[in-house]
């Protein structure tokens, strides 16, 4: 297995499925639409909305984990809305390890998996473009990333599930293998 190199100028874009410009209707239309089989079955349409959002948001996360900017092609968006999106980029392996490592399951320790994501959010989001208001940024050597007390103060409560999402996808973007790639 070859390992993916990584640079730290490595960056790209991704838009999260809770995004408000998301079409969710539409995505779930054009999912039943690809299952013919499931008009016939005994759902009633919130069941089918239902599980056509299930089976997108599944095909979703397999996609984008291999490559972020993929969220631009499988996402249907409201007419006449932009979504947010968030400039992805690369972690130091001493800092993706330091975190894969302070955030491990444990039986005393429960929730860490959360807390990953989290860290990962907060140290690899480079820029965020069709946000409301300005973003702090800041520097770290020559690369440029969102002020992690910014990030904090304006990802909680219901921003907090964006930011797990966007941390999740920061991990899979920096541990891929070129074999992975490849695929």
């Known amino acids: 297995m070859a390992f993916k190199p990584v640079s730290m100028a490595d960056s790209c874009s991704f838009v999260s499925t809770y995004d408000p410009a998301v079409d969710r209707a539409r995505i ?7 299952h013919p089989e499931w008009r016939e079955s005994h759902f009633s349409e919130a069941q089918l909305r239902e599980l056509a959002w299930q089976t997108f948001t599944i095909n979703f996360a397999a996609k984008v984990g291999r490559d972020p900017a993929e969220s631009l092609r499988l996402l249907v968006f409201k007419d006449g809305e932009t979504p947010t999106k968030f400039v992805l ?7 993706f390890n330091r975190i894969i490592d302070e955030t491990q399951e444990t039986q005393v320790h429960r929730g860490a998996g959360n807390e990953r994501l989290w860290r990962m959010f907060l140290h690899g989001l480079r820029g965020l473009e069709n946000f409301p208001g300005e973003v702090k940024m800041r520097k770290v050597g ?3 990333y969102v002020d992690t007390a910014w990030l904090r103060r ?3 409560r219901d921003l907090r599930t964006v930011a797990c999402q966007v941390g999740m996808v920061i991990m899979h973007y920096n541990a891929l293998t070129e074999e992975e790639i490849k695929n």
């Open 154 to 156: 304006t990802f909680i």
């Open 28 to 34: 779930c239309e054009r999912t039943i639409e690809e």
């Open 142 to 144: 020559d690369l440029e």
């Open 89 to 95: 980029g690369a972690l130091s392996s001493e800092d």
